[in-house]
């Protein structure tokens, strides 16, 4: 019962994630960088992915790799480090210290002592939570032995050393070390690293049954932290400590309440159980077993309520049945008992299917990271093969510019010349139709591989990142993060089904399997299909769409087709209108043609990019006001669909102000 209050020593940290437009920047000056220029990029977009293993660790190999065949060697060292502390982050400590020995054996070249501290300090933490501490300590110690004069890693390396000795179970030794780093740490004035130093001594002394001394140090750490995190574990620890004398228990419960004050203050009101259970401690141990009781049972609704699993639960159950074997309700305690040796067993099957899924996302991580690889080192080959196609051309251009003029002045006959010409000039169509050939088919894959590397898997690892957290830590985060969460989720699985119906529409038009069979059909009908889908979307960001047309106008075309144009359009409307603003679509017949418009009061398109839109190959490619995503393949369909009516299609845009996309089709005679 009295490590019951460890669980308060949890300090809260906020894990940053880079967001997506700094990746996004990132990525365009790596597009205009040069070699040496990307090693440093890469490294950056490690750590804005650092909550993306594969990501992370496959560019840390890209920089790696840039700096070998630069000769960077620091740069060499740098990114080895970083794949090191990118394998540390997800707990694959065996891998991590193979890259930090790398990184360390190319600083030890190079004479950069500090980093050769940070690599011996990083491997040390590999073997501790390896639980390894002889390796641990030793790795700590060849960091002090090139520290010098430093004292602030000096006093870190001892309080380590402390720390593993502390695990090991070396009391005395453990208490040495953090009494060296003491003194280390006062001589500089780090006072927040002797609040981390006192409170390690009060947990030995506290560990080795010597509650003054451990009281002593929990305060003298509680007075020196600033953080009021740290400072409300520690008040819980010295209550812990209080919970031992029979005469302080009012002490006991005063700390607690201060430590809870604080929790409330940061609201994280789901550790209310652990207070509740702590209160019941004490009560049990004052006799006042029907109070305890009440205790105990709040701890439990409180657990239930924020879904903390069967740890809190299962001491509860076992402290109640205590309790009412107390107050003679045998029966009662029986039933507690056997509930806690049913939510022990449930504990033990839990720690075994989470050991199982740790395997699990090690082998996932593996595997997606080798994938990246692989996709990086197929993109490399591209590059190489068209570079080769590029020479391969050139010297045919050259070869034949020679022949020709071997031609000219060997032929002896003129009708030989012209035959030779003309052989000549249908072999340069042939070769400038087999380009153009080649130059869609690579803008047509390098486009699908864009849609699968990059737009369709974000947005999956937006649901699967975001849905991990609520299933995993639901109850850590509030309603407003939650909800904030689900909105992400549906966003996300909105992108992915607009991104895969326009990507199936465009694989049946590439291969031929998409059906034309124009129809007279009613427009009204067309609008009112695309809106039902895009609604929602529209009402989320408060945007008003209004549509003007004849409700009797009737077009000739393939409905479907009109159906996933006027949906591209508006969608996109949405998309680069920030909220409250305003779509307005509207149909009219004019000379001879039915004219389509969709305007929106959204950001613009630049007079650039507007001649780049409808192209295959185009790099426009931009991402909405509420940051949503787009793959581009939208307006290329657009685009396909209304050639096949031998219609138009243009935009008229003005930065900053909106734009109004248009198409036209032919206005068939309707019988």
């Known amino acids: 019962m009295k ?276 209160i019941g401690i004490i009560l049990y141990k004052q006799g006042k077993y029907k109070s305890a009781i009440d205790a105990f049972e709040q701890s439990i609704e409180l657990n239930d309520k924020f879904n903390r699993g069967y740890k809190i639960k299962t001491t509860s159950h076992n402290l109640l049945s205590k309790a009412y074997e107390k107050t003679g309700d045998y029966k009662t305690a029986i039933k507690h008992m056997k509930l806690f040796i049913q939510y022990s067993d449930s504990l033990a099957q839990k720690e075994k299917y989470e050991q199982i899924a740790t395997i699990e996302k090690q082998y996932e991580t593996v595997k997606k990271e080798n994938k990246i690889v692989r996709l990086q080192a197929e993109q490399e080959l591209t590059l190489i093969q068209l570079r080769k196609n590029k020479q391969l051309k050139q010297l045919g251009m050259a070869t034949a510019l020679l022949l020709l003029l071997l031609v000219f002045f060997i032929s002896m006959k003129y009708i030989d010349k012209i035959k030779s010409n003309q052989l000549l000039k249908e072999k340069n169509q042939l070769i400038e139709q087999s380009e153009q050939e080649l130059r869609l088919l690579n803008a047509s894959k390098n486009k699908f591989f864009s849609i699968i590397a990059h737009d369709l898997k974000n947005p999956l690892h937006t649901i699967l990142g975001y849905s991990y957290l609520l299933n995993k830590d639901y109850d850590r985060f509030n309603e407003e993060a939650r909800r904030k969460f689900a909105l992400n989720i549906h966003q996300s699985t909105n992108n992915i089904f607009r991104l895969l119906q326009n990507l199936l529409e465009w694989s049946r038009s590439q291969t031929g399997r998409l059906n034309f069979s124009p129809a007279v059909v009613e427009y009204q009908r067309i609008l009112d299909n695309s809106l039902s889908v895009l609604r929602s979307m529209a009402d989320q960001k408060n945007i008003v769409i209004k549509a003007e047309n004849d409700p009797e106008l009737e077009i000739f075309a393939d409905p479907l087709m009109i159906e996933t144009v006027l949906r591209n359009l508006i969608g996109n409307a949405i998309k680069f209108t920030p909220e409250g603003g305003q779509i307005e679509v509207s149909a009219k017949r004019e000379n001879g043609q039915i004219l389509v418009s969709v305007s929106d009061t959204g950001i613009g398109i630049t007079e650039e990019d507007t001649k780049n839109l409808f192209l295959i190959d185009s790099k426009v490619k931009r991402k909405g006001t509420n940051n949503e995503d787009g793959s581009g393949l939208g307006l290329i369909l657009c685009q396909e669909f209304v050639d096949k009516h031998d219609g138009k299609i243009w935009v008229e845009s003005t930065l900053g102000k909106g734009s109004a996309f248009t198409f036209s089709i032919p206005a068939k005679a309707i019988a």
């Not at 390396?157 to 502390?166: E, F, P």
């Open 3 to 278: 490590n019951i209050f460890l669980l308060f020593l949890v300090l809260f940290v906020a894990l940053g994630a880079a967001s997506q437009s700094q990746v996004d920047s990132l990525l365009q000056l790596c597009a205009n960088a040069s070699e040496k220029q990307k090693s440093e990029l890469y490294l950056e977009l490690s750590l804005s992915l650092k909550n993306d293993s594969a990501k992370s660790n496959a560019y840390c190999k890209m920089a790696y790799r840039l700096a070998v065949k630069n000769n960077q060697v620091p740069l060499q060292a740098k990114a080895l480090y970083y794949l090191g502390e990118s394998l540390f982050n997800f707990t694959e400590y065996q891998r991590a210290i193979q890259e930090y020995q790398k990184a360390l054996a190319v600083y030890s070249e190079i004479k950069d002592t500090a980093n050769m501290v940070d690599c011996h300090k990083a491997i040390g933490l590999c073997y501790y939570n390896m639980d390894q501490g002889d390796k641990a300590i030793t790795q700590f110690i060849e960091g002090m032995k090139l520290c010098e004069n430093d004292k602030r890693n000096t006093a870190k390396l001892l309080s380590n050393i402390a720390m593993t000795h502390n695990r090991m179970r070396n009391m005395n030794d453990a208490i040495q070390n953090y009494r060296k780093a003491l003194a280390l740490n006062a001589s500089i004035k780090n006072y927040t690293s002797m609040a981390i130093n006192y409170n390690g001594l009060g947990e030995i002394y506290k560990t080795i049954n010597q509650p003054d001394s451990a009281l002593i140090n929990y305060i003298k750490a509680k007075n020196l932290h600033e953080n009021i995190e740290f400072q409300a574990a520690t008040l819980s620890n010295i209550a812990g400590i209080y919970m031992n004398y029979p005469d302080s228990m009012n002490k006991a419960i005063d700390y607690l309440k201060q430590a809870w004050t604080i929790f409330g203050k940061l609201e994280l009101y789901q550790y209310e159980a652990e207070f509740k259970q702590g």
